[in-house]
């Protein structure tokens, strides 16, 4: 294989132009070559002079004005210009000895070096005229839409590339009719006149990239040689590169393509030992372009020469077919005859044709504006919804028309960020599209900033000019979003904010108007139209926040009764809103209603600060444009409020009235309390800015001079006011505690305007003690007042409320913890926070005004009194609450101490209810009253009863309820002052209680000779059950119960049964409720139950003579009493002792009669009224059954 020419070509294109073939050589160019060829060797001429004389002559001869036009195939002489060199002998000779046959052959030697160059006057320079695709090009300065629908169906009749078929091609027919709102007749017509055109002139545009595993030896001095098969002769080669582990060149070329079928690019690798020095660029389109090429091929003559060593490292080949419509991105294999493959190369490959490439460019951008519109409008997306994807067809599109434009990357990316920003200003979509593709778009392969040729500068500030004002509105209507803000609009701000910024990075030419005022007819700004971004950013926050509160204000209303009596109001609040009040004083006559004023700016104030809060979370959004977000919205909440709040303020100062201590309402409109309140809410709000600000002054820095007038009289005020709340707080208060907490409302209400003054006294911020002194003594005076009346108001409270019937333990709890709470909680630690000892003392050693002081030491021993008067109120509250206990002890003194005991027993809830609901001081007070009380009423019972008819048992339980009452006091760790007193009355209460009998056990052996008597079974039902004494424990399975009688008419009913052991007090287990679930309607009078019960026995009760297991049946009634159908007693001798061993399923059931209840016998009544049982049960029991004649 012969080397080719080694060469520099230059094929960086400008203005993102396709390459193109060159014109003819000029005369000037084969005879210089000619005559280097013939006589290079022989002349021994070393290279560096031959390309020194060749520069030197071309030089000459281009610059000279008289020089004749090129003329292809002649012989004439060219007059070279003379120079002063020492090889002009050795020129002169060349040049002389140029003929025709010389010129002939190097015409043909340049034809054959594929030189490309991007000029276009070069391109167009001996061109007789267009090529076929030419004829039939848009202009560059204007198409139509109609024209770029005839290129795209021209296009779609001649698709370029592999990856295209006839299948589609209607499809994309149909698809383009749609896009451009074609009507099917016009669509007809200029398709046939597409159709008939001739085909494009295609070509091959290629960048050789790099090229890599090759061996360590060939990576240096290696060179990149392409051509098309079909075309052996037209070949081109890339620089030399040198020193190089991985040779790089990203040098770009092209290729006219005669057969697409059947024609292959070949890429050859070459080795050159010696180092062979590489052209200069050729971007620069003139003349020294020509100089450069000479020196190329000069240099590929001495390569050619006998004593230049190079070898080839390999050779790729792709088929052109093989080549798909869009760019195509490869590594290539090298081979080598007769040799394993060796490493690849790296190209980049597209088909394209010779359009111009500006024209391209300009119908890409109006394609994509055309079939984006089509994409929303088909697909009726909601605005910042949809992701950017066209669909197949349009991308089918965009490739074709790319390929025949012979479109870089670079003018795509261009054409697609113009075309998508004009379409999203009408349409708005996702920012996360416009976001990538404006990176891309700007940033090189190295992360830098792309520098935009003049026209590219225009086109891209354009579309940004288009863009902006969207990115700009979405600002401004991000408050209103706030409602509805999501996940969704946050990732869309987010992307708007940094296309922002990049855009910021980017300086727009001057001569671009980038905020037109048509466009911006909302913003109101000082700047000039050509303002920086950055500050149109603020501006547009600006007016967002601005808008916002103005609209907040706007909604300011009045009651509709006020609405009627002050008819002007709507007028002066539209003063304010629209800052009429900043350009005029307004007095307070003109407000009809100022305290509504008042109260709405209170109520609207603090809002802002959530407001910017909440706006505060865009500030990490915003960072990326060094804005703070929340500071500027806050800068103009300020601005606002200043403007609106001040004078309202000022006026209602100047009217407040003075005080008067005589009048029962100094204030009847509240203004004074409004005030501070929007005091208060102001100083909250100055210091959230200062947050913001760190002390620098804003227009809200100095709102306390606002308030100056209003303070005194407010603190004169305040007094009486705190009385009266106090008084309301009271009578609104039910004396039921707060969840978690043992005081009620009223308390909390008294701390809170405790709070309330210390808050405002101490929000003042005085600058000296002088000035705070008559302050803090009004202060202090009001506290000890306010203290005091409270103890009286609870005092009457409780009075009250114990006149009423019913259960007021609760109440009278509560009202004990409310004075202890405003005494522990409100008014010491007050004075201690106040610190007013330490301030009078100051005040005694430093100032000559002593009675001033003498006047402060006196309201200090008002705050010990408050606290005494206080003290002996909830002491009164406290002794009551014990009398209550006590009178029930005293009404039930003949009750069995069960009463007692139980927890649902009258001493144990009053008991629980003081221990629940007092504090543990009160309590353990309270408790000591009860039980040394409780123990002198014992005492007194005894004596009044002891010579009386008394049975023993009312002396047991009397000695029990002792018993209990001293055994819970105990645990109280309380102190018994009289011990003798107690030990007497034990001691008398021992011995009365003997002698006791147990009536009821009796009276249940007697029932047991009556169920023995019983015959018929079926006037009373009958139970079936197991039982076994088995491991210290009676096991009991209820089977079921039949033939029941009931006083149901429809003969069905509901039982159950209930268990238990006699005598109770000898088996503790059996007072536990045992009893079966309900058997809800059973029928025919029978019910299955099968339910098993253990109760534990003591050591030898299973032998206790006597002892009985009581079965009760009763009918379940939900709205009534459960009626009983009857009972059974077995015996413990009764149970088979057998069993006790074996499994409780071998145990045989016991069928036992139930007997009726209504037969009671009379000396039961009897013992009932000798008054000789022993516990209060058994009393209620014979009661119940001596007045309904059944047992419960």
């Known amino acids: 294989m012969n080397p080719p020419l080694p060469g520099s070509i230059d094929f960086v294109l400008e203005d993102g132009a396709a390459p193109a073939l060159p014109p003819p050589p000029s005369p000037l160019h084969a005879r210089l070559l000619g005559v280097a060829a013939q006589h290079l060797s022989a002349m021994e001429l070393n290279m560096d002079e031959m390309l020194s004389a ?102 779609t009749h001649h698709p370029l590339g592999n990856d295209v078929s006839d299948a589609n091609q209607g499809q994309i027919f149909d698809f383009l009719k749609t896009a451009f709102r074609i009507d099917d007749k016009k669509h007809e017509e200029k398709k046939n006149e597409a159709k008939i055109k001739d085909k494009p002139d295609v070509k091959l545009n290629l ?78 389109k003139t003349v020294k372009d020509k100089i450069g090429t000479l020196k190329n091929m000069a240099k590929g003559l001495v390569l050619n020469s006998k004593n230049a060593d190079r070898k080839c490292s390999g050779i790729a080949e792709i088929l052109i077919k093989d080549i798909p419509s869009g760019a195509m991105d490869e590594w290539i294999p090298l081979k080598k005859e007769q040799k394993k493959a060796r490493g690849e190369v790296h190209v980049l490959l597209s088909l394209g044709t010779s359009r111009d490439v500006q024209v391209g460019c300009k119908e890409h951008r109006r394609l994509v504006r055309v079939l984006v519109r089509s994409e929303l409008e088909n697909r009726a997306k909601a605005p910042f919804t949809w992701d950017g994807r066209l669909s197949d067809t349009a991308e089918q599109v965009l490739t074709q028309h790319r390929a025949h434009a012979s479109l870089d990357e670079s003018h795509v990316q261009l054409a697609r960020w113009a075309g998508f920003c ?60 706030s409602n509805s803000y999501g996940n969704a609009m946050e990732a869309q701000l987010s992307s708007m904010l940094r296309i922002l910024a990049i855009l910021i990075e980017i300086k727009p030419p001057e001569d671009i108007d980038m905020f037109p005022s048509y466009k911006y007819t909302w913003l109101k700004t000082d700047h000039g139209h050509n303002s920086k971004l950055k500050r149109k950013v603020l501006d547009a926050i600006k007016h967002s926040a601005r808008e916002w509160i103005e609209e907040r204000f706007a909604k300011i209303e009045f009651g509709e009764e006020e609405k009627e009596d002050n008819p002007q109001c709507w007028a002066i609040l539209s003063k304010y809103k629209d800052g009429g009040v900043a350009k005029r004083k307004i007095k307070v006559q003109e407000i009809a209603n100022p305290k509504a004023l008042l109260s709405c700016y209170n109520n609207e104030i603090p809002g802002l600060k959530e407001c910017v809060l909440s706006s505060s979370f865009h500030d990490e959004q915003f960072k990326c444009l060094d804005i703070q977000y929340s500071k500027v919205v806050l800068q103009v909440f300020d601005n606002k409020v200043n403007q609106v709040v001040r004078p309202l303020v000022l006026s209602i100062c100047n009217s407040l009235k003075k005080y008067d201590p005589k009048d029962k309402e100094p204030d009847p409109q509240n203004k004074s309390t409004d005030l501070v309140c929007l005091y208060f809410t102001l100083k909250n709000f100055n210091e959230f800015e200062d947050t913001y600000f760190h002390g620098e002054k804003v227009k809200c820095s100095d709102f306390h001079n606002w308030f100056a007038r209003g303070v005194s009289q407010w603190l004169d005020i305040t007094l009486l006011k705190a009385m009266n709340m106090i008084k309301a707080a009271v009578e609104l208060d039910q004396l039921e505690p707060l969840d978690d907490v043992k005081f009620s409302s009223s308390a909390v209400d008294v701390l809170g305007i405790f709070d309330m003054l210390e808050k405002d006294l101490r929000a003042l911020k005085w600058p000296d003690e002088k000035d705070e002194f008559p302050l803090m003594a009004k202060l202090v005076k009001s506290i000890t007042a ?93 002794q009551e609450v014990s009398e209550k206990i006590l009178k029930v002890v005293r009404e039930n003194q003949s009750l069995s101490p069960t009463r007692f005991m139980s927890p649902i027993s009258p001493i144990n809830i009053h008991l629980g209810v003081l221990k629940r609901q007092l504090s543990k001081h009160n309590y353990h007070r309270a408790i000591t009253f009860i039980w ?68 009821v056990h009796k009276f249940y052996l007697e029932r047991l000779v009556v169920q023995g008597k019983v015959d018929d079974y079926d006037k009373r039902g009958q139970i079936n059950v197991l039982l076994q004494f088995q491991e210290k424990s009676l096991k009991i399975e209820i089977l079921n119960v039949r033939n029941l009688r009931t006083r149901s008419k429809e003969g069905d009913c509901s039982p159950y049964v209930r268990i238990d052991l006699i005598p109770k007090q000898n088996f503790p287990d059996s007072n536990k409720k045992l009893k079966t679930k309900i058997q809800k309607r059973s029928l025919k009078n029978c019910a299955t139950f099968e339910e098993y019960f253990e109760i534990a026995m003591a050591d030898g009760s299973e032998n ?21 159908i009857g009972e059974t007693l077995v015996r413990f001798d009764k149970i088979n002792r057998d069993y006790a061993n074996k499994a409780f399923a071998d145990v045989p059931q016991m069928e036992l009669p139930l007997i009726d209840l209504v037969d009671v016998p009379q000396d039961l009544v009897r013992i009932k009224k000798s008054k000789t049982c022993d516990t209060v049960t058994d009393l209620d029991t014979i009661a119940t059954n001596e007045s309904t004649g059944t047992l419960n």
């Not at 090889?87 to 594929?114: C, F, N, T, W, Y």
């Not at 582990?245 to 050159?272: C, F, M, R, T």
């Not at 002081?853 to 509250?877: F, P, T, W, Y």
Request: proline share 5%; with cysteine; aromatic share 6%.
């Open 932 to 999: 040394e009380s409780i123990v002198e009423l014992i005492k007194q019972i005894v004596d009044t009863t002891h010579m009386e008819d008394k049975p023993p048992g009312f002396y047991k339980n009397l000695k029990k309820s002792l018993e209990f009452f001293e055994s819970a006091f105990s645990r109280e760790s309380l102190a018994f002052k009289n011990g003798e007193l107690l030990e007497a009355t034990k001691t008398i209460l021992e011995t009365l209680s003997k002698n006791s009998i147990d009536p």
């Open 786 to 878: 306010c203290t005091k009346h409270y103890a009286d108001q609870i005092r009457q409270k409780v009075v009250k409320v114990t006149d009423l019937p019913g259960d007021y333990e609760i109440q009278l709890c509560t009202a004990i913890n409310n004075i202890e709470h405003i005494l522990v909680e409100g008014l010491e630690p007050l004075m201690k926070k106040l610190n007013v000892e330490a301030l009078f003392m100051t005040l005694t050693k430093i100032r000559s005004h002593i009675p001033e002081c003498h006047k402060g030491l006196k309201v200090l021993s008002r705050v010990v009194d408050a606290a005494e008067n206080a003290d002996q109120k909830m002491m009164e509250i406290v």
């Open 1104 to 1124: 206790m003579e006597n002892a009985l297991v009581h079965l009760v049946v009763k009918d379940y009634n939900r709205f009534g009493h459960n009626m009983v």
């Open 422 to 481: 004009d379409q999203h200003e009408e349409t708005p979509f996702n920012f996360h599209v416009l976001e990538a593709m404006l990176k891309k778009l700007t940033t090189t392969q190295d992360g830098a900033h792309r520098t935009f040729a003049n026209h590219e500068a225009k086109v891209f500030w354009d579309a940004n000019r288009n863009l902006l004002p969207t990115c700009l509105k979405f600002i401004r209507f991000l408050f209103k979003m």
């Open 207 to 284: 960048e050789i990239i790099e090229v890599r595993d090759l061996k360590s030896s060939e990576t240096s001095g290696t060179s990149a040689v392409y051509y098309l098969k079909n075309q052996p002769d037209n070949k081109a080669e890339s620089d030399v590169q040198h020193d190089k582990k991985i040779p790089v060149w990203n040098e770009k070329g092209s290729l006219p393509i005669s057969d697409k079928e059947n024609d292959a690019l070949i890429v050859e690798i070459w080795k050159y030992a010696e180092e062979v020095p590489n052209a200069s660029p050729s971007s620069n």
């Open 54 to 155: 060749g520069e030197r002559v071309l030089n000459g001869g281009l610059e000279d004005e008289e020089q004749p036009a090129a003329v292809n195939g002649t012989d004439s002489e060219l007059p070279l210009p003379p120079v002063e060199t020492p090889h002009q002998g050795r020129e002169s000779i060349l040049m002389s000895e140029l003929g025709k046959e010389g010129m002939d052959v190097l015409a043909g030697l340049i034809r054959s070096e594929p030189v490309v160059n991007c000029d276009k006057a070069a391109a167009e320079d001996g061109a007789d005229g267009k090529s076929n695709a030419e004829s039939h090009s848009l202009t560059i300065n204007e198409f139509t839409e109609e024209q770029l629908y005839c290129e795209l169906l021209y296009q």
